[in-house]
T-cell receptor, first 114, second 111 residues
Framework: DGGITQSPKYLFRKEGQNVTLSCEQN?????MYWYRQDPGQGLRLIYY???????QKGDIAEGYSVSREKKESFPLTVTSAQKNPTAFYLC?????????????FGNGTRLTVT | GDSVTQMEGPVTLSEEAFLTINCTYTATGYPSLFWYVQYPGEGLQLLLKATKADDKGSNKGFEATYRKETTSFHLEKGSVQVSDSAVYFC??????????FGTGTRLTVIP
């Protein structure tokens, strides 16, 4: 079955450490996205990529970095510069970036930084 | 600016009750509208969508109609089940990164 795989499901890190969250899709989708979800808030866009080797900042990109070296993969690095990194991170993809293209989501990674 | 406003939760209903979750959006351009559902500990799943005015999206007994005149896309279900307990997100999309989600409405259905 096609889908989006995020790993690990739970991740614990000490403050000051960088951490990379994995996102892989086998849907052959061009566009991929990273969102952050905090309790009681909607989803906030961190980064998105419409095509390999290209990506754009979203609304809350500070303290995060991404790469898109392969179509299937869009890893997110949470750096030590991110002030409040503890959150639920969701990766998504879509066939294209037209308005009628829905997003397909992975099951998320819950990051806890202490 | 572009935004989506949806009904504050939480919503608690008895099984077989009628459900309405309100959603309104700002009308810049001609967005497509979506409802997503999130079960505990999981990502979001597409529930239904509508891409133009007067379209009705439907899935699993849920329905929502794209109302341009009231800029609304309210989610309805005639008879909810315990398994419908989840968080529901309304979203609008008008391009590559022009995708906005509401803050989510938590629904709990009690037997």
């Amino acid at each position: 079955d096609g889908g989006i795989t995020q790993s690990p499901k739970y991740l614990f890190r000490k403050e000051g450490q960088n951490v990379t969250l994995s996102c892989e899709q086998n849907l052959n989708h061009d566009a991929m996205y990273w969102y952050r979800q905090d309790p009681g808030q909607g989803l906030r866009l961190i980064y998105y990529s419409q095509i390999v080797n290209d990506f754009q900042k979203g609304d809350i990109a500070e303290g995060y970095s991404v790469s898109r070296e392969k179509k299937e993969s869009f890893p997110l690095t949470v750096t030590s510069a991110q002030k409040n990194p503890t959150a639920f991170y969701l990766c998504a993809s879509s066939i294209g970036y037209r308005s009628d293209s829905p997003l397909h989501f992975g099951n998320g990674t819950r990051l806890t930084v202490t | 600016g572009d935004s989506v406003t949806q009904m504050e939760g939480p919503v608690t209903l008895s099984e077989e009750a009628f459900l309405t979750i309100n959603c309104t959006y700002t009308a810049t351009g001609y967005p497509s509208l979506f409802w997503y559902v999130q079960y505990p500990g999981e990502g979001l799943q597409l529930l239904l969508k509508a891409t133009k005015a007067d379209d009705k999206g439907s899935n699993k007994g849920f329905e929502a109609t794209y109302r341009k005149e009231t800029t609304s896309f309210h989610l309805e279900k005639g008879s909810v089940q315990v398994s419908d307990s989840a968080v529901y997100f309304c979203a609008r999309r008008a391009g590559a990164n022009n995708l906005f989600f509401g803050t989510g409405t938590r629904l709990t259905v009690i037997p």
